[in-house]
């Protein structure tokens, strides 16, 4: 593939301490700091210039990582960026590599202990969580990792363990083409004028996912972490087009584009391939090629997925689509065509796909009648069943009243055989407010929050 001119990396380098705590700096090149992380947690080399401490054993002496890459993956030129102030860094440059990215967070929860038992796994048309294979239910919060108050993350998981909820759905994406406000998080800056694409893993960018992973290990919560957007929301394809030309239809096959988008994927996979808070990889959030042949998407998902087992071979990956192009029991309507490049059926089969995922939204698609939601969860099931492989009902609400038939679309996918299933979207209050909302949100602790989700659960237990 092309090679890039540069990708610059944000690194915020704490002081020196006696013991580095997660996620922190424990060595590398210039690094005066610490070499001794803290309890539970190991020094891990990812590259020359930086070595991070990860969850594991204990250990003085960093380790390198031996994940092997694809030989088409892309040759990238990287300038780190060591920052010791704002503004002020000092450059080093290596030439033609594709290099972990490096991390920093001081301030992160007492993660649970970890071992290699405690990762997510399918197990044949169910998922296995800490040992149990049975039906989970889970949710989306896809603004959690862009919130700066600790606590106010923390409070999340708070609610999200006491309800019983194991998967949750978080943004692992969030691009930008200029540069925001001081303290607003973002985590991927394409410049089209300077020809880059800056990784933030400053305090307002990676490392706040950094805080949002170490809290779901502490509260035994899996999450799902894509690593773009179609939509043009937190960024999406538009923001790479943006700075790079083509189109959103081109961007599967764009040399250029598709090399950043991969950098950006093992900057986020080297972070957390060791946490057993992670469930799966997504490729991105609802993939479309609108008016494409389905081989784009088909081909683009064959070879990411590879990249992202070859990265990381413990944690599942999926495509993150909506389920659309499926031939079983299909009445000919949108959302069973083709006409967004999706083959549903197709893209499961693909070998490092470990599972299927549905979306459901009848009246953003057109459909009057949202008794038609039951069809399309119990065909997908099918669908997934055929294929050997889970079936994960990811995203689902109605606007307005979710006490109605949005029950019954959990009540099908209880019976019909799906894995599990993440009600859109999760809302509580915020120490900011009211956390990002829209007509689909159910807020913790209202009556809504009692039919669509503590009901929910009940019935889940007994399942």
Sequence with gaps: MRSLSSIALLSVVGAASAQAGPWAQCGGKSFSGSSECASGWKCQELNEWFSQCVPGAESTTPTVSSTPTPTDAPSVSITASVTTGINKSISVSSASKSTPLPSSSSA???????????????????????????????????????????????????????AGLKILRVWGFNDVNTAPSPGTVYFQLHDKEKGTSTINTGKDGLQRLDYVVAAAEKHGVKLIIPFVNSWDDYGGYNAYVKAYGGSKTEWFTNEKIQSVYQAYIKAVVSRYRDSPAIFAWELGNEPRCSGCSTDVIHGWATKISAYIKSLDPNHMVALGDEGMGLTIGSDQSYPYGTSEGNDFEKNLAIPDIDFGTLHLYTTDWGIKDNAWGNGWVENHAKACKAAGKPCLFEEYGMKGNHCTDELKWQKTSLSSGTAADLIWQYGQQLSTGESPKDAYSIFYGTDEWKCAVMDHMENVNKN
């Design 108 to 162: 992160s929860p007492s993660p649970r202990p970890t071992g290699s038992g405690s990762f997510a796994k399918a197990d044949g048309l169910q998922f296995s969580i800490d040992g149990e294979t049975k039906y989970f239910a889970g949710t989306n919060a896809y603004w959690l990792p862009f919130q700066m108050n600790d606590a106010d993350i923390d409070s999340v998981f708070d609610h999200l363990e006491q």
